[in-house]
């Protein structure tokens, strides 16, 4: 039976018998395959491609603007330990903890776009209507707007007024129906005010 070396790998937890294995198997392999310029070696070490991001970059620097870097855990206000860049989860899925290490701003930035993208954007554009006849700077607004205020705004209750504006494709009164969305009379009234505005220039864009 061939042994599929992939499978063996995937489960190697540097445990005495497998370090031992794996002395073996290299006791036994022509020495054209144990050197650094060996083609395996190489393509093993090559670094992943990156690939393009879906969220326009002027989106991203306004969420990191108004979301604010905090490389240690935080409680966001309602209890929640956050991290980076006003994330509650790491890109794997695990949820943030108070005891987690702290984050570079680099990794924090490389955070919030996979989740921006991933649990945000791929919602936005299968929720809200007319997404493809939007503008970069639109769908970018929407980004932000949703990032503050929740993946799943649109048709949600408290949300009427800018839902029905996307669906009836009103879009000289989103500016407006943004301006609601300010938690009047609160502390953080004023830092949604600013980024409520920003939305606005980048929806206007």
């Known amino acids: 039976m061939t042994i599929n070396l992939i499978d063996f790998f995937s489960y190697f937890k540097g445990t005495p018998n497998q370090k031992a294995a794996i002395a073996m198997l290299a006791e036994v392999m022509p020495s054209s395959l144990m050197v650094d310029d060996a083609s395996w070696v190489e393509k093993f070490r090559e670094p992943e491609p990156v690939p393009d991001s879906a969220l326009p970059p002027a989106a991203v620097d306004l969420i990191c603007e108004f979301e604010g870097f905090v490389p240690t855990p935080y409680n966001d206000g309602v209890g929640v330990a956050t991290i980076g860049y006003g994330s509650t989860f790491y890109s794997d899925g695990r949820r943030v903890d108070y005891s987690d290490a702290a984050v570079s701003e680099p990794e924090a930035r490389q955070m919030m776009e996979s989740i921006a993208e991933k649990d ?36 949600s209750p408290g949300f009427n007024t800018v839902s029905a504006c996307l669906r009836d494709r009103a879009w ?32 206007n864009s």
């Open 172 to 203: 000289d009164e989103v500016p407006n129906a943004f301006r609601l969305y300010v938690n009047p009379g609160t502390p953080v009234e004023a830092g949604l005010r600013r980024r409520r505005e920003a939305e606005i220039r980048l929806w």
């Open 120 to 155: 945000f954007w791929n919602v936005l554009k299968t929720t809200v209507p007319y997404w493809e006849e939007m503008s970069d700077g639109q769908r970018g607004a929407l980004l932000s707007f949703g990032y503050n205020l929740g993946a799943h705004f649109y048709g």
